[in-house]
């Protein structure tokens, strides 16, 4: 570092900030303009130094509570795609106006779990973004809310801002909180520690995170928040996660909060998506000759390998492929049903040609449809 400043900050061009629904509320629980405002009036001062900054914001239901009279988080998914529909156009018209008066326009994006899990719709939404981005547009991201299921209970947008960084070629990757960084235990408790620097999984050995948010608003907690660095890290983008406070000092390249270093290197995007966008549909355990052929080989997985099968899937869905002590290896795109499957293991592909029909030979999951996880990854990622 120069000046004691993060070189990996203040070199970045593009830059995704993802803010949570706790550093926007007051403490009634509303959405509370003076932080909408000061967090605009930093970023603002990124982009007219010519740094790109694409922003995630969650905020949409809490935005929604007044409006619906609700006092409180409602824990119903109806009622929270409700308060959502009503909050998401109030919380852009709140950006818009904040941002307008510092010359800037911004667009809304929303965005759900199927949008980077399916190849077609993650390659639209790149090159939606990649345009507003030559605009001179902000874009704004959230979670289609409105809308969403499964979304609405997942990680309060950390992920998402972690794959929208590798989406756009982000540079960096700047998660604002309501807690001043990573410790190695409850912050509000004694002798718990700032984890100023994290270079790899060792430095995470000995911390316990939370599950939830200071606040009640979000959805997230500092699980989340560290996943999302995992993902964006391992894909070779540094992560800073701050206090939404030091906004402008954490995008300065101050030392404040924590610093994830990059661990690995740039992905394909399919192998990112296939990594953490999925949600397995099955499981199948191989022999240890098929584990070390996929892993150390990065050879395909022939049904010669596989002892056993789990699961309900079809032709194209994910399942984790599995070691004889049933530890996820790999993750991969499956080229045959479940219901097929079973009459095919331990054989060849050659005899089960043969016996069935050329259509037989193919793999059951093809090396270029299939990324390693866990420790087992060389890029430095965990799924």
């Known amino acids: 570092m120069s000046g004691g400043l993060r070189a990996d900050v203040t070199g970045a061009q593009r830059v995704v900030v993802k803010v949570g629904s706790s550093s926007l509320t007051s403490a009634r629980g509303g959405i509370d303009q003076q932080r909408i405002d000061t967090l605009v009036d930093v970023l603002a001062e990124r982009r007219g130094n010519g740094i790109e900054v694409v922003l995630v914001s969650s905020g949409a239901i809490a935005t929604g509570f007044a409006p619906l009279g609700l006092r409180s988080r409602p824990r119903d998914l109806a009622t929270q795609q409700a308060a959502a529909s009503v909050g998401q156009g109030l919380l852009v018209a709140r950006y818009t106006e904040a941002f307008g008066r510092h010359g800037f326009r911004v667009a809304q994006v929303l965005l759900t779990l199927d949008d980077v899990t399916r190849r077609s719709h993650y390659r639209n939404a790149y090159r939606t973004l990649a345009r507003l981005l030559e605009f001179g547009v902000l874009p704004i991201i959230n979670e289609n809310d409105s ?7 997942f990680g309060d947008n950390d992920r998402l801002a972690a794959l929208v960084a590798h989406l756009v070629n982000a540079d960096l990757l700047v998660l604002l ?6 410790y190695d235990g409850d912050p509000r408790r004694p002798g718990a520690a700032k984890v100023r620097e994290v270079r790899g999984e060792e430095d995470l050995s000995h911390v316990v995170v939370r599950k939830s948010g200071r606040s009640g608003v979000g959805t997230g907690g500092m699980v989340t928040k560290v ?12 992560v800073i996660l701050a206090d ?6 954490a995008l300065a390249g101050e030392p404040v909060g924590t610093h994830f270093h990059r661990t690995g290197r740039r992905r394909p995007a399919r192998q990112l998506w296939l990594a953490h966008a999925t949600t397995p549909r099955g499981r199948l355990r191989l022999d240890s000759g098929a584990v070390r052929a996929v892993c150390e080989r990065r050879a395909s997985l022939l049904p010669a390998g596989i002892v056993e099968v789990d699961g309900d899937f079809g032709v194209g869905d994910p399942v984790d492929l599995v070691d004889p002590e049933g530890r996820t290896v790999a993750r991969g795109l499956v080229n045959f049903d479940a219901h097929e499957l079973p009459g095919l293991l331990g054989r060849s592909t050659r005899d ?19 990324v390693l996880v866990g420790q087992r990854d060389r890029n430095g990622t965990r799924a």
Do not use: K, N, Q
Not at 147 to 153: F, H
Not at 352 to 370: I, S, W
């Open 227 to 238: 996943e999302a660095a995992r993902i964006a890290t391992g894909a070779g983008i540094p």
């Open 352 to 370: 089960l040609a043969r016996e069935l029909g050329p259509a037989y030979e193919r793999e059951v999951v093809h090396r270029d449809d299939l």
């Open 244 to 249: 939404a406070s030091d906004a402008g000092r």
């Open 147 to 153: 809308v969403a299921t499964e979304e609405i209970r």
């Open 177 to 182: 909180s309501d807690v001043d960084g990573l």
